[in-house]
């Protein structure tokens, strides 16, 4: 794809296929945004063929951005999958010689071990601001506890507790809380999810983060936002939902009835969304960005236009606190957003451009494909 295909705002990899945002964080004056990345097809293999690598970019303003080598491969335990990666402030894993350091944790998966296709949780450390990466040699740091479905874990440093604090999916329709002082050593401490909000689809991509109330900083919820994997199109799907509620670094409280449903987007266009870790405090702001595809058409890439075709990751989508949705004790479903895009009117990157008529149909340019449903991933 040549620079003058690229969209401006929109984040794509160099070649190839692009789906989840990984690992992201702040770091010594670097927005590292890692991706799901398979180099060499554009419509990510199929299958056991389905094995991402780790992309890897920086940015100093979250809008140019500058790419950097492959940052985790495949290896003996199975492909990369998605996860995050935070900052080791103050050693606590003791790989970084008493220095600060980043650690990506993330999910192994082994489709040859079917049929539970197992996935653990494994870490890799970078000491050179996440120029190269280091596999730990004990890995996994989680094994598989019998599931399928098993992955994606959010790492995050819980003040109150003192521990670091992983949430990943778990089962297909739930997430299971997990501890750490050291991000090597982990215990369960609790889950959340049977029963509640949208169960009609495997839940993915969990993040977790607390936020004020209408700017008030006393006045506090915990944000759970996951995904859920449809493989097809079908009627009233939800691509991302959110729960609002209390977190004491064990497990989480749904403030809501168990049965609303409230849609972090008002499409499918904007999967596994999750936010960035460490941002400045004097910052204020809680950034998310999602991939802007969805699994039931994902594939239809329309490979034979473009070099590399999308999927890509959409424009920065910085949280608005008032926007934020406390909590219900009536209704079924809510399809208010929980974020606003970077393009909105009240969107805090750059102003929304004027609305413009249509074209006339003999000018309107030809669609670049169609999009059909795809089972398969």
Request: some cysteine; overall charge neutral.
């Given at each position: 794809?040549s620079?003058?295909?690229?969209p401006?705002?929109?984040f794509?990899a160099p070649?190839?296929?692009?789906?989840?945002?990984?690992?992201?964080?702040?770091?010594?004056?670097?927005?590292?945004?890692?991706?799901?990345?398979?180099p060499?097809?554009?419509?990510?293999?199929?299958g056991g063929?389905f094995s991402?690598?780790?992309?890897h970019?920086?940015?100093?303003?979250?809008?140019?951005w500058?790419?950097?080598?492959?940052?985790?491969?495949?290896?003996?335990?199975?492909?990369?999958?998605s996860?995050?990666?935070?900052v080791?402030w103050?050693?606590?894993s003791?790989?970084?010689?008493?220095?600060?350091?980043l650690?990506?944790?993330?999910?192994?998966?082994?489709?040859?071990s079917?049929?539970?296709?197992?996935?653990v949780?494994?870490?890799?450390w970078?000491?050179?601001?996440?120029r190269?990466w280091t596999a730990y040699l004990?890995?996994?740091?989680?094994?598989n506890p019998?599931v399928?479905?098993?992955?994606?874990?959010?790492v995050?440093w819980?003040?109150?507790t003192?521990?670091?604090?992983?949430?990943v999916?778990?089962g297909g329709?739930?997430?299971r809380?997990?501890?750490?002082?050291?991000?090597r050593?982990?215990?369960?401490?609790?889950?959340f999810?049977a029963?509640q909000g949208?169960q009609s689809?495997?839940?993915?991509?969990?993040?977790?983060?607390e936020?004020?109330?209408?700017?008030?900083?006393r006045?506090?919820?915990w944000?759970?936002?996951?995904s859920?994997?449809h493989a097809a199109?079908?009627?009233?799907?939800v691509?991302m939902?959110?729960f609002?509620?209390?977190?004491?670094g064990?497990?989480f409280r749904n403030?809501?009835?168990?049965?609303?449903?409230?849609?972090?987007?008002q499409?499918?266009?904007?999967?596994?969304?999750v936010?960035?870790?460490?941002?400045?405090a004097?910052?204020g702001?809680?950034?998310?960005?999602g991939?802007?595809?969805?699994w039931a058409?994902a594939r239809?890439?329309?490979a034979?236009?473009?070099?590399?075709?999308?999927?890509?990751?959409?424009?920065?989508?910085?949280?608005?606190?008032?926007?934020?949705q406390?909590?219900?004790?009536?209704g079924?479903?809510?399809?208010?957003?929980?974020v606003?895009?970077?393009?909105?009117?009240?969107?805090?990157h750059?102003p929304?451009?004027?609305?413009?008529s249509?074209?006339?149909?003999?000018r309107r340019?030809?669609p670049?494909?169609?999009?059909?449903p795809?089972?398969?991933?």
């Amino acid at each position: 794809m040549s620079a003058v295909d690229r969209p401006l705002v929109h984040f794509t990899a160099p070649s190839g296929w692009i789906n989840d945002p990984n690992g992201l964080v702040y770091f010594e004056g670097e927005y590292h945004l890692f991706y799901q990345y398979i180099p060499h097809r554009p419509d990510g293999g199929v299958g056991g063929s389905f094995s991402p690598h780790w992309g890897h970019a920086v940015s100093a303003d979250l809008v140019q951005w500058s790419h950097l080598p492959i940052a985790l491969y495949p290896d003996h335990l199975g492909a990369i999958y998605s996860g995050s990666v935070v900052v080791d402030w103050h050693d606590t894993s003791g790989l970084f010689g008493g220095r600060s350091g980043l650690v990506a944790i993330f999910t192994h998966h082994n489709a040859s071990s079917a049929p539970l296709s197992p996935e653990v949780q494994s870490i890799a450390w970078s000491a050179d601001r996440g120029r190269t990466w280091t596999a730990y040699l004990d890995n996994p740091v989680i094994a598989n506890p019998g599931v399928r479905d098993f992955r994606d874990p959010k790492v995050f440093w819980h003040v109150p507790t003192g521990r670091w604090v992983m949430v990943v999916t778990y089962g297909g329709d739930r997430v299971r809380f997990y501890s750490s002082a050291n991000l090597r050593d982990w215990s369960q401490t609790g889950e959340f999810g049977a029963g509640q909000g949208a169960q009609s689809a495997t839940w993915e991509c969990p993040d977790l983060f607390e936020l004020p109330v209408d700017g008030d900083l006393r006045h506090t919820y915990w944000v759970l936002n996951v995904s859920t994997y449809h493989a097809a199109a079908v009627s009233d799907r939800v691509g991302m939902q959110y729960f609002v509620g209390d977190f004491d670094g064990v497990t989480f409280r749904n403030a809501n009835p168990a049965g609303l449903v409230l849609t972090t987007d008002q499409g499918c266009d904007n999967y596994a969304a999750v936010t960035w870790s460490d941002m400045p405090a004097n910052d204020g702001r809680r950034v998310m960005i999602g991939w802007m595809s969805d699994w039931a058409y994902a594939r239809q890439t329309c490979a034979g236009r473009f070099v590399h075709p999308s999927p890509e990751l959409p424009s920065v989508q910085h949280h608005r606190t008032r926007s934020l949705q406390p909590p219900s004790s009536a209704g079924r479903r809510s399809d208010r957003p929980l974020v606003k895009r970077a393009d909105e009117p009240n969107g805090q990157h750059r102003p929304s451009p004027r609305p413009r008529s249509p074209p006339p149909a003999h000018r309107r340019p030809p669609p670049l494909c169609v999009l059909k449903p795809d089972a398969s991933r």
